[in-house]
């Protein structure tokens, strides 16, 4: 049975992993973390201004005792400390708090004490659809701009590990695009193909990838039956890879927004869950977004 966002709030880790969080002197965050940590789904290292995260706590009535507070005024010196905490083995994943996400990227790619594993990183979300029976994992809304076809492959295997989290070990990819026949005149019909043809010869393992397809097609049969799209994963899509970062950016926005949907992402490629929410994310997200990077800790752990 597929999980939901909502169960990954109430999973119970045999070791529960922890999360240390860059300049976590943000109250959604603390809120997030508080119900995180009082979930039992981790334990908590939030390193930044001492003095802020306890006068945030204090105004917001959060309780911090359950968390473990590391002084450290600097917020590019916080988002160092947090990833070397994850890269010495005293973490398992690490969070953005009130830091921009440049300087924290910066840190998790660094060559020495860095969390860089795969050739690519790049972010998965998922949501949660009115309508829909599955989560739906669209990626890459927010990291890579025009990825070429190799780029698009490492996309993929990097989403695969998200799906994982959630039970699906075979999901049904589908390449997004305003097409579903290939037109040399569109870079991203010939890549839809060749990543398609990649995955049949066994080069892209662990999924079904399929495609060209426009939106309608990638998550309704009935859809791909009107226009006699033979394929049979058509309309079943689970991971929708946008053609780039435009795309992507601006159907996330829609299924946040405008399908209110609840949703959670993550930072993968890294050898940890890297949690990268925005500061206008609501504490919900956040919330699912730390439930979904400990899952994924956890299963590493195992």
Not at 34 to 44: F, M, T
Not at 140 to 150: F, K
Not at 229 to 234: G, N, Q, S
Request: aromatic share 4%; glycine share 6%; with cysteine.
């Amino acid at each position: 049975m597929t999980m939901t966002l909502d169960a990954l709030t109430r999973a119970r880790y045999a070791v529960r992993p922890v999360v240390a969080v860059a300049a976590a002197q943000d109250a959604c965050v603390l809120h997030a973390l508080r119900e995180a940590v009082d979930l039992e789904l981790c334990d908590a290292l939030l390193v930044g201004d001492a003095d802020a995260i306890r006068g945030i706590a204090a105004r917001e009535g959060i309780d911090l005792s359950k968390m473990e507070i590391l002084p450290c005024p600097d917020e590019k010196e916080c988002c160092k400390k947090a990833v070397r905490l994850v890269h010495d083995g005293n973490a398992q994943a690490v969070m953005k708090g009130l830091v921009g996400t440049a300087t924290i990227l910066h840190e998790v790619l660094d060559a020495y004490y860095g969390l860089r594993k795969n050739k690519l990183l790049s972010y998965a979300s998922v949501f949660e659809l009115p309508g829909f029976d599955r989560p739906i994992y669209l990626t890459d809304p927010a990291m890579n701009m025009y990825p070429d076809l190799e780029d698009k492959r490492h996309i993929i295997e990097n989403a695969l590990e998200v799906a994982k989290a959630f039970g699906n070990r075979r999901p049904v990819v589908a390449c997004l695009c305003a097409i579903e026949h290939v037109n040399p005149k569109m870079r991203c019909t010939l890549d839809a193909a060749e990543l398609t043809r990649m995955n049949r010869e066994g080069e892209i393992e662990d999924c079904v990838v399929t495609g060209p397809l426009a939106l309608d097609n990638c998550l309704y049969r009935e859809a791909a039956l009107h226009k006699g799209i033979e394929d049979p994963c058509a309309g079943y899509a689970d991971i929708l890879l946008a053609p780039e970062i435009e795309t992507g950016n601006a159907l996330y926005k829609s299924f946040a927004l405008v399908a209110k949907a609840p949703h959670a992402g993550v930072l993968v490629g890294a050898s940890a869950p890297v949690i990268l929410t925005s500061r206008a994310d609501e504490e919900s997200t956040k919330l699912f977004s730390i439930a979904l990077a400990m899952r994924m800790a956890y299963e590493r752990m195992a």
